[in-house]
Every structure is written in structure tokens, then in C-alpha cells.
């Protein structure tokens, strides 16, 4: 009997740890949160008041954060107007756990090499955008665009046509019969 009560007694010790040890953990995880919350929040002010040097402090604060740090980039990626982003793209895409928001930036990344040059690596990040993804018919046009500038014409209107094939009266189904015919290819629009 006595054995029975000390096995009980440390089960319902280990229990309460366990429980006491999750809701610490909880509770130093909403006060992180809440605390770059009000980072953020600050940010977002110091950079609408045009204040350059404080928004630069609280982002390099934020990009000590791995959950915070894609936003910070994006912050610091606004400020600087007119530069070379490619390098901040690209750690904004390697920090994002989140599949959608890491297509979207991919996107961005692949535009930005291409505006300097890169299609290659521009395509070669296009492909890693699959039809599962949000931004997919956008990404596709992109790749379309970024391959006629090779003049590699047949592959860029084979992804026209399937945009037009797949987005029936929709936007990017206007836009791929746009570059289509912008192209010349009566002929294959009638397929």
C-alpha cells in the first residue's frame, strides 16, 4: 500500500512539473511575443515619422529574433529606397518557416535578380514556386517574361498558354493572352 501511494505521489508530482514547466514556458513565450509586438509596433511609428535612426536600432533588435526576423528585413528592405535588395531578399526567403509567405518572397527575390541581370538564378527560383502556392500564376508570369527576354519564346508561351488554359477569365489569364499576342502568336491562340 505504502509503495502504492509514493508511485501515485510521484506521478502526480511529475504531472504538476510538467504543468508548471509548460505554463512557464507559455507564459515567457507571450511576454517575448508581447515584447516585440511593441518593437514592431514602434517601428512601424519611427518609420511613418520618417525617424531613420531609432527604425534602424529596433530593427536590428527584431533581426536578433528568428520569428521577428523576415519581418524586420522587410522593414529595412522599405527604408532603403532604391538600392540593390538581392542580398536582403535572399535572407528574408532563408528565415521563413511559412510556405506561402516564402513563395511570395522567392517571387520577389527571382524579380530582383532578374532586374540585375541574373535570369538564370531568377528561373532556377522560380521553380522552387509550386501550383500549390498562392502566387503561382504570378510566379509563372514572371518565369514567362523572364524567358522571352532570353528569347527562348516556345518555352515562355507554353506557360502562357497553360496560365491561359487554367485561369479562365481571370486576371492572369487576360495577362498571359496579353504577352501572347504582344509575342505574335495568332496561330497558337487559337488552339
Do not use: H
Not at 509586438?37 to 535612426?53: D, M, T, Y
Not at 523576415?70 to 532603403?80: D, G, H, I, V
Not at 524567358?147 to 508561351?157: G, T
Request: net charge neutral; glycine share 4%; charged share 30%.
Amino acid at each position: 500500500m505504502r509503495e502504492r501511494i509514493i508511485l501515485i505521489a510521484n506521478i502526480v508530482g511529475f504531472v504538476l512539473l510538467i504543468t508548471a514547466g509548460w505554463i512557464g514556458w507559455d507564459y515567457f513565450s507571450e511576454r517575448r511575443r508581447s515584447e516585440y509586438s511593441l518593437k514592431e509596433f514602434e517601428l512601424r511609428k519611427a518609420v511613418e515619422a520618417g525617424n531613420i535612426n531609432t527604425a534602424k536600432k529596433i530593427i536590428e533588435d527584431l533581426e536578433k529574433s528568428e520569428q521577428f526576423k523576415p519581418l524586420a528585413l522587410s522593414y529595412r528592405l522599405q527604408m532603403e529606397k532604391n538600392v540593390d535588395s538581392r542580398s536582403v531578399l535572399k535572407d528574408i526567403v532563408d528565415s521563413i518557416k511559412d510556405s506561402q509567405l516564402k513563395a511570395l518572397y522567392t517571387e520577389r527575390y527571382a524579380y530582383e535578380l532578374y532586374k540585375f541581370n541574373q535570369e538564370e538564378q531568377a528561373l532556377k527560383e522560380l521553380e522552387k514556386i509550386s501550383n500549390e502556392n498562392f502566387n503561382y500564376s504570378s510566379a509563372m508570369l514572371l518565369k514567362a517574361q523572364i524567358l522571352k527576354s532570353l528569347n527562348r519564346n516556345q518555352e515562355a508561351d507554353k506557360i502562357l498558354q497553360a496560365l491561359m488554359k487554367d485561369g479562365k477569365e481571370t486576371y492572369f489569364d487576360n495577362l498571359a493572352y496579353a504577352l501572347l499576342l504582344k509575342g505574335g502568336n495568332d496561330a497558337q491562340l487559337a488552339d
